[in-house]
């Protein structure tokens, strides 16, 4: 067998580690059950795979934990704003507002000045430019037409979007 590591490259890694009780327990019983690196190594590997489906460990997690703590992470940072919609524009459909190049920025703030909410964030606004990105552009349709806040989502400067862009979006 071909040892990736040393003995004493291992024994250094697994001294100088700050392992958790779960992780130190099993590299002690590996250590004094298989005798070459590689073994010890697969070994490791082997009992992590069977043990991550079943024990919880404070060291490691499993994809349903991490899953569970960002959808809780996102409903503690999301929060319903409910924004009055202006009453010249269609609710819940894409709206197109012409405006000329002076007045363009005004246009688009007035559409947040009908009630005392927090002005747009930086999700609800994409100010485009020729280096704009499709998925910068798909973004921001996508948290639109998903959204369940009661925000209004604007774009400016659309006709600034390169051709391909403009056309992938």
Known sequence: DEELLSEEEFEEIVNE??????????VEKIRKDENSLSHKLLAIWQYFLE????????????FEKLGAGLEKIQKDVVKVINRT???YLNE??????????EDIHLNAISL???DDKPVPGMDEILICSEKSTTEEVELICQRSFDDQTGRIYTII?????????SIAV
């Not at 991550?52 to 499993?62: G, H, K, M, W």
């Not at 819940?92 to 190049?101: A, E, F, H, L």
């Open 112 to 114: 947040y000045s009908h």
């Open 17 to 26: 580690s700050k392992f958790l009780d779960h992780t130190s327990y099993m």
């Open 51 to 62: 043990d991550v489906q079943t024990v919880e460990a404070t060291d490691f997690i499993n």
């Open 92 to 101: 819940g459909k894409p709206n197109v507002i012409y405006s000329s190049i």
């Open 157 to 165: 400067h659309a006709d600034k979007l390169n051709h391909e862009t």
């Open 85 to 87: 919609f202006p009453s």
